[in-house]
């Protein structure tokens, strides 16, 4: 059994900054890749930011220069600094873990989400 969990989301005003945190815990061998994706009501779940375990990045063009995704391997844990927030980036904010198992199973894990508000 594998758990992600999410939390630091929350309301700021556009121009702020916001920091997520993402914890996997359980029955793990090996992240690999672990990431942040977007949704808001009526619309797909979009790629936010991903990072593979040794560092590697990728951003979706409408964050870059402004969100940073970073890693600590040794807490299983990833986060997503966000800054100079606008209020389309308003959504709920999902964490994201390909992990394998102790058991050797590979499987995509997803946080319960949070909640981001960028509003005046």
């Known amino acids: 059994q594998v758990q992600v969990v999410e939390s630091g989301g929350g309301l700021v005003q556009p121009g702020g900054s916001l920091r997520l945190s993402c914890a996997a815990s359980?029955?793990?061998?090996?992240?690999?890749?672990m990431g942040w994706y977007r949704q808001v009501p009526g619309k797909q779940r979009e790629l936010v930011a991903t990072t593979t375990s040794d560092g590697v990045t990728d951003y979706v063009d409408s964050v870059k220069g402004r969100f940073t995704i970073s890693r600590d391997n040794a807490k299983n844990t990833v986060y997503l600094q966000m800054n100079s927030l606008k209020p389309e980036d308003t959504a709920v904010y999902y964490c994201h873990a390909n992990v394998m198992s102790q058991w050797g199973l590979r499987n995509n894990y997803w946080g319960q989400g949070t909640q981001v508000t960028v509003s005046s």
């Open positions: 359980g029955s793990i061998d090996t992240i690999f890749r």
